[in-house]
């Protein structure tokens, strides 16, 4: 279990539980969190559930896949900082985690 | 319009979609969700792919968790059938009588398989596969040894076909046209899945079509072809596509069309019913046409296009059409139509595994198919929503990538 806090674009927090092995996408949409579309449902097919990672966080997390990068490489306002959600493994190390949501996802 | 009470008929990706986003967007008044299945809303792409394969469970089909309608005062109705819309008395009359009130109405009813039109097609051992029960069938059949048939070279068929081998399974595929997906890809992309799925194990016959399911002791055992070939089998998949869920939006008098017939706002033409989802058939101002799409990137898109337009939200950004399907180690990502095209450009090696056709008219890209290819999908995307006209000879050289093609 991790307590993760999710940003949104205008300055909204929510801080939420999510259980271990679900992915920070997952625990998003668990709990109503609006702003990660996730069209695809969690198959590193749409980019839809970008988020940017706390820059305390960012060594904490495994480094993304070769076919994450090339998606968030052409996702809307991308930065050093960018992840997709789906592709981050929630586990009790991860408790405290911050990320905050872009604009838009499309 | 605060207590606008709002319906929403069919409980799938997009039902069940629309209903959270209303929430999301601060519609306060009573939703109510009406599903003919006994489950709350749940993703149906896994149901061919990781669910088939045991590697996803029951909660990871859901789109929401249960307690979430709860907390959102979102009612479902579940195993409730809609039986009749009174567009005049503006309500909803269901199969078991019950009538149910409403200011705004979204039909979000779907499609249904097609069924084979051939004799013993509905013999025990003949399946479909569109809901969990389906799979649920379906999957019980998939034993290591067993023999498959699928009729049907489409996703839905390729999807099993590799699920069902990584299962064990031994499995052919007859396919009426010539080729595999031939309503759906090109002919670059069909060659390519014959021929990875071929070099798996999976046996093909195309251009045949079958005229009976022959039975034993009630169960299909073998498949009947019009050239008189004699398959036997163990289980029959079906996959021939899908009819809209119009029924309901037709007895009422909406117009249908293949399909329910709506706006870019997903409004049909009485302005208290919107419809979304497989069921509609909807404006592509990208492509200049009316199409009716079978994605859950179109479900949620009209989702919002319907939440906005009755929450009073400015309407959503148009999106490009686009699709996805994984097989094997495969992930085939497309985006746009295939219209009007005049000349194709492969990007890439087909035999390496990882390519991208690119489908032209002039110098404009109309669609992308991408076979492990993320930036020539996500690339491609962009320049199909701009417009904007590229180089052939960029697009046709892997070693410039993709960020300078659209560039």
Known sequence: MAKITYIEFDGTEHTVDVRNGLSVMEGAIKNNVPGIDADCGGACACATCHVYVDDAWRDKIDKASAMEESMLDFAQGVEPNSRLSCQIRVTDALSGLIVRLPQDQH | ?407
Not at chain 2, 60 to 88: C, H, K, M, N, W
Not at chain 2, 140 to 168: D, M, N, Q, T
Not at chain 2, 273 to 279: F, H, P
């Open chain 2, 1 to 407: 319009m605060s207590r606008n009470r709002i319906v929403i008929v069919g409980a799938g990706h997009a039902g069940g979609s629309a209903a959270a986003l209303l929430r999301q967007y601060g519609h306060v008044g009573p939703i109510t969700l009406i599903g003919d299945e006994p489950y709350l809303p749940y993703q149906r792409p896994p149901l061919s792919k990781a669910w088939l394969k045991g590697e996803a469970g029951e909660e990871a089909l859901q789109l929401r968790p249960s307690e979430f309608y709860d907390t959102q005062s979102i009612v479902v109705r579940r195993g409730a059938v809609a039986a009749a819309i009174d567009r005049i008395a503006k309500t909803v009359v269901l199969s078991d009588g019950d009538t149910l009130p409403y200011d705004t109405l979204i039909l979000a009813t779907g499609a249904r398989a097609r069924s084979l039109p051939a004799p013993g097609a509905d013999l025990e051992g003949v399946h479909a596969l569109r809901t969990a029960d389906d799979a649920e069938a379906l999957k019980a059949h998939l034993i290591a040894g067993h023999r498959l048939i699928v009729v049907g070279g489409g996703y839905v068929g390729l999807e099993v076909a590799a699920s069902a081998r990584a299962l064990g399974v031994e499995v052919t595929v007859i396919e009426r046209e010539p080729r595999l997906l031939a309503r759906v890809a090109g002919e670059a992309l069909s060659g390519f899945f014959h021929a990875y799925h071929g070099a798996r194990g999976v046996r093909f016959v195309l251009g045949g079509a079958v005229t009976a399911i022959e039975g034993a002791d009630g169960r299909a055992a073998a498949v009947i072809l019009d050239h008189g070939e004699r398959l036997p089998c163990d289980t029959v998949l079906v996959g021939v596509g899908a009819i809209p869920n119009q029924e309901l939006a037709a007895q009422a008098g909406l117009a249908c069309q293949d399909g329910v017939v709506v706006n870019l706002a997903a409004r049909t033409e009485d302005p208290a019913i919107y419809a979304i989802g497989d069921v509609t058939r909807r404006p592509l101002p990208l492509y200049d046409r009316s199409f009716r799409l079978e994605s859950v990137p179109n479900a949620l898109e009209q989702a919002k296009q319907a939440a906005c337009d009755i929450t009073g939200r400015p309407p959503p950004a148009p999106e490009t059409p686009w699709f996805w399907s994984d097989q094997y180690d495969l992930k085939l990502q497309i985006a746009g139509l295939p219209f009007d095209v005049d000349h194709r450009v492969v990007r890439g090696d087909p035999s390496s595994g990882q390519f991208a056709v690119f489908h032209m008219k002039g110098d404009r890209i109309q669609a992308v198919e991408a076979v492990n290819s993320p930036a020539e999908f996500m690339g491609g995307r962009l320049l199909i929503g701009a417009g904007r006209p590229v180089s052939r000879e960029k697009l046709a050289d892997p070693a410039i990538s993709m960020k300078e093609v659209a560039a």
